[in-house]
């Protein structure tokens, strides 16, 4: 790895506050095309392509069968980098100037119908033991509050206001947010403080195992993925799924939009928006059973 590419990791790290993922995900990105100019190129060094050796890498990524989404995120590691090269006066011509990213369908984000979150939180069994509470405590402070699977992963006993019924989140680049907390999500949360003096070792995280370590982000996916799995259908059970029905459920019951931009803890309303076109095809489809010249 290049000292640049080094200086540049450092700067989205520390200055940019990325998280590890998306550290790590530069990173490959990075070295990927590095290998890919070495191979078909002969080229040693990335900052001194040209756009030819970049529109390669991208039809070479679209003859592997990536999807456009994947490429872009690629590309967007380019521009990044190429970027911080042009600000740090390493080099006088940006290469990404003439390379056009391919276009991506849209995707609208899956989310579970209300009633099937319902079902899940009314009529699911969850076990009477450390790891069914626990497990209740993930699907409901996920769905209840909109947070990441890495906010939650970071959650610290202190950081939960039972009095004042609201949690502090530091989502992306640190930044720090209050969510509200319902009545029933407090009462969980004290469930499960109250079996993990019990039970566990000490431990600074409010979800933990038994022995008192942080639960990794794989085991989540997998606790989600089981529990969403009795209610719904839909291919996708992810984390991020229930992040998805929070804000989709509160745009479709009238919560103004800005409202949800702060609680979900974006940065810009673009990238709130994409929720309300659940809300709007679901409109369509209120209008074509209803009205007698919908269809």
């Not at 990335?46 to 456009?68: F, G, N, P």
Request: with cysteine; proline share 3%; aromatic share 8%.
């Amino acid at each position: 790895m290049s000292e640049n590419v080094q200086a540049f990791l450092q700067f989205i790290q520390h200055e940019k506050r990325y998280s590890p993922n998306t550290l790590m995900a530069y990173a490959m990105d990075l070295e990927q095309f590095a290998a890919f100019a070495k191979e078909q190129f002969a080229q040693d060094d990335i900052d001194i392509v040209s756009h030819i050796e970049i529109r390669s890498w991208m039809v070479s990524l679209m003859e592997q069968k990536l999807l456009a989404r994947s490429i872009n995120r690629k590309i967007s590691t380019l521009k990044s980098y190429y970027k911080f090269l042009m600000r740090k006066a390493v080099i006088a011509k940006n290469p990404m100037v003439k390379v056009i990213s391919p276009k991506s369908a849209k995707q609208l984000p899956v989310f579970i119908e209300q009633k099937g979150m319902q079902s899940l939180l009314t009529q699911i069994e969850f076990e009477d033991s450390f790891e069914g509470v626990r497990d209740k405590l993930i699907i409901e402070m996920l769905y209840a509050t909109g947070m990441r699977r890495s906010e939650l992963l970071n959650l610290r006993d202190k950081d939960i206001d039972s009095y004042g019924g609201q949690i502090k989140v530091i989502g992306k680049g640190k930044k720090e947010r209050i969510i509200p907390l319902n009545n029933e999500l407090l009462s969980v949360i004290a469930s499960f403080q109250k079996v993990k003096s019990e039970i566990c070792e000490v431990s600074d995280s409010l979800i933990c195992e038994k022995t008192g370590k942080p639960l990794t982000a794989s085991k989540v996916y997998a606790i989600v993925k089981k529990y969403l799995s009795m209610v719904t259908t839909v291919n996708k059970r992810s984390p991020h799924v229930l992040r998805h029905s929070f804000a989709t459920h509160l745009l479709n019951n009238g919560a103004e939009i800005n409202a949800v931009k702060e609680l979900l803890g974006h940065s810009n309303l673009a990238a709130t928006q994409v929720y309300t076109h659940n809300t709007i095809e679901k409109l369509k489809d209120v209008y074509k059973k209803a009205h007698p010249r919908g269809e």
